[in-house]
């Protein structure tokens, strides 16, 4: 579903990612982990080109990111992103926030885009705060309006950026159990995370990424419960 | 020859007419130009903003009055003759038009960054993304500085008087050299009319910042 090879990519002198490769299969979980400024983050936007890469190649759903013939449009349907600090439009409903992406990108009518909106607001269990702006909304909540708004166009993959890091210890709960929920039907994710309950219990995949390389890739089991490398060791150390 | 103050008035008030004409056509004409202007520079690579950054600068470097002057005195030479209003108006809205700009690429470059990329991730394009996300959001907190720049479009119409137009204090002015004697109430009475056109419009601007903010 989505394969990174050999990946680099530099900010001016600064080398962020350094021959980053990875493969995450379809209906699977990848979780990122790692101190800050390893690069996780960067990883994520290589895969819908809000980075564009210096080196290597990216492929989504058979969709090369790396082919300047393909259109950003048409690569972003295929990615939802959900970002740290929700980036709702504040100046639009909650159902506005989740119809206007497939109702001008996608060109859904104005009453599908709206069923689906409604839809999916029940999924992450707002069907009531769909009149709501994002001012009047918890972070919480505003993070799963912007999960639903992600969704909304219907994406092969969704990446994670910390959804949960803005938020307050006592609501990560509900975005989780929301992330856990479409980890459940198969959705494809992969989820830069502080969150090590979460990625032990919802991820297929674990990876551990230190100053611009995967430092070790593994289970969550065979990571958590044994990792092979000294910094893993360190950093697990540090957060469990 | 005398005059009474009374007999006067109906000359401010066709005063006070031009004044609000004169401005209002700047205003219109500097919202026009500090939009496009505003838009494409946000919009535009350095390079190309540079060229467009410079011509602001110059617009707004240059006293308004010499930028009057220039229009009304200068361009006839060059075979393109101004009427004193039109002169006005187009040195008002070239100079409150580079104010202007400032103001919407300001606004625009004041919304979050985190608002584009999300946009982006959506799949909006660039045009897409300023028109439904950034500029709604943009336009509330352009709307007290460009009312505030009504007040001083309002200020600095005065300075048409000096190539001939006949706004309001053109008009005291022309009343009180028909009688001096008049000068005290006729003056009190332009400082009263200023004050009372732009306080409003400066409290509204205060007020809108304030709600909007």
Not at chain 1, 29 to 36: A, K, L, N, T, W
Not at chain 1, 50 to 75: F, H, N, Q, R
Not at chain 1, 144 to 156: D, Y
Not at chain 2, 8 to 31: D, H, K, N, S, W
Request: hydrophobic share 50%.
């Amino acid at each position: 579903m989505l394969t990174l090879s050999h990946v680099r990519k530099s900010f001016g002198t600064h080398a962020v990612l350094k021959d980053i490769s990875l493969t995450v299969e379809a209906g699977s979980v990848c979780c990122i982990i790692g101190p800050s400024g390893s690069g996780k983050s960067t990883v994520l936007r290589c895969i819908n080109r809000l980075v564009a890469i210096d080196s290597g190649e990216v492929v989504v759903d058979g969709v090369s990111v790396t082919d300047p013939s393909v259109k950003d449009v048409d690569l972003r349907r295929r990615v939802g992103m959900v970002f740290q600090q929700f980036n709702l439009f504040p100046h639009m409903s909650a159902l506005d926030n989740v119809t206007l992406a497939p109702r001008k990108v996608r060109g859904l009518a104005a009453g599908d885009a709206e069923a689906l909106a409604r839809r999916l607001l029940a999924k992450v269990g707002l069907a009531e705060k769909a009149a709501s702006f994002p001012a009047q909304l918890s972070g919480g909540q505003q993070q799963r309006v912007a999960i639903a708004r992600a969704l909304a166009m219907e994406p092969k993959v969704m990446l994670f950026d910390e959804a949960t890091s803005a938020l307050d210890p006592e609501i990560t709960g509900e975005v989780l159990a929301v992330m856990k929920a479409l980890a459940a039907e198969r959705t494809t994710m992969v989820c830069v995370t502080h969150e090590m309950g979460f990625a032990r219990e919802v991820a297929d995949q674990v990876i551990f990424m230190d100053d611009g390389v995967i430092v070790e890739e593994a289970t969550p089991a065979a990571l958590f419960g044994a990792p092979q490398m000294e910094r893993t060791k360190a950093f697990l150390s540090k957060v469990l | 020859m005398n005059a009474s103050f009374e007999s006067a008035l109906p000359a401010l008030v066709r005063g006070l007419f031009t004044t609000f004409g004169v401005a209002l056509a700047a205003m219109v004409l500097a919202v026009a130009i500090g939009f496009a202007a505003g838009i494409v520079r946000s919009l535009v690579p350095r390079a190309v903003d540079l060229p467009i950054l410079a011509v602001i600068e110059f617009a707004r470097g240059i006293p308004l009055l010499v930028l009057m002057y220039f229009l009304f005195f200068g361009l006839p030479q060059l075979g393109w003759r101004t009427s004193s209003d039109g002169a006005a108006i187009a040195a008002l809205a070239i100079y409150a038009g580079s104010l202007g700009s400032e103001i919407v690429r300001g606004a625009i470059a004041s919304i979050a960054a985190g608002q584009r990329e999300a946009a982006a991730a959506l799949g909006f394009g660039r045009l897409q993304a300023l028109r439904l996300i950034v500029l709604p959001q943009a336009l509330r907190r352009m709307l007290p500085p460009f009312v505030g720049l009504f007040a001083l479009i309002v200020e600095s119409s005065t300075l048409a008087s000096l190539i001939g137009v006949t706004e309001l204090l053109q008009s005291i002015r022309n009343n009180v050299e028909r009688d001096n004697a008049l000068s005290l109430p006729l003056y009190l009475t332009a400082l009263a009319a200023y004050f009372a056109i732009n306080y409003p419009i400066s409290l509204a601007s205060q007020n809108l910042e304030k709600r909007l903010a």
